[in-house]
C-alpha cells in the first residue's frame, strides 16, 4: 500500500510533466535570467530564478476533531474549560484564563458579529462572493469569536451584533474554508 507521501509525489510529478505547466515556469525563469544578467552589468543585485517542488503533509494535531466535525457532520465544535467553564471558539486544547484542560462541545451555527471589515477584492475563489466581510463571530453559546468570512447578501458591511448564520459547503474537505456565515434575516 502506498503511503500520501508517495501518492502525492506521483501527483505532483504528472502535474509537472503536464504541459503547459512545465514550460510556463521554464519561460519565467528564463525571462528572469534574462533580467538578472542586465541587473548584474548595472552592478546592482544578482539573483538567479529557480523552481522549487516541496512534498509535505501537515496535522491538525489535538485540533483534529474541529476539522473532521466540520467535514463528515456540518457541526462546529469549540471547547469548554474544566476549571472555569469557559467556551472557546475556535477551539483550545487549555485554558487561557485559568490554564486548566478543555472538553469538547458542539457550538451553535448562529451567532453575532463581533468586528468586520468589508473587502472589495478577491482571489479565485471569491470573486462570486464580492463585496464579502471578514470578520470576527462569536456562536451564541461560546465566550470568544473565531475570524471568517460573512456572505453579505443584500448590504455592504455588517455591523458589530448583526446576527449571522453558519453555512456549509455541500463538498468538504476538511479545511476552515468549508463553511461560512451568512447575515441572518
Do not use: H
Amino acid at each position: 500500500m502506498r503511503s500520501s507521501t508517495e501518492k502525492a509525489k506521483e501527483t505532483a510529478k504528472r502535474e509537472l510533466k503536464a504541459e503547459p505547466l512545465e514550460s510556463v515556469i521554464d519561460k519565467m525563469i528564463t525571462e528572469n535570467y534574462d533580467r538578472s544578467k542586465q541587473s548584474v552589468e548595472r552592478e546592482r543585485f544578482f539573483e538567479i530564478p529557480d523552481k522549487m517542488v516541496m512534498f509535505y503533509k501537515y496535522s491538525y494535531g489535538q485540533q483534529s476533531r474541529f476539522f473532521s466535525e466540520l467535514q463528515k457532520n456540518k457541526a462546529l465544535y469549540g471547547s469548554k474549560c474544566k476549571g472555569c467553564g469557559m467556551v472557546y471558539f475556535p477551539p483550545r486544547s487549555r485554558c487561557s484564563e485559568c490554564y486548566s484542560d478543555t472538553e469538547w462541545v458542539r457550538v451553535k451555527d448562529e451567532g453575532t458579529v463581533v468586528s468586520s471589515t468589508t473587502s472589495w477584492y478577491a482571489t479565485s475563489e471569491f470573486f462570486d462572493k464580492v463585496p464579502y466581510a471578514v470578520g470576527y463571530v462569536k456562536p451564541l453559546d461560546a465566550d470568544t469569536a473565531m475570524l471568517q468570512r460573512i456572505d453579505l447578501k443584500s448590504s455592504e458591511f455588517v455591523e458589530p451584533g448583526t446576527p449571522v448564520i453558519a453555512r456549509f459547503k455541500e463538498k468538504r474537505i476538511g479545511v476552515v474554508s468549508d463553511f461560512w456565515y451568512e447575515v441572518k434575516e
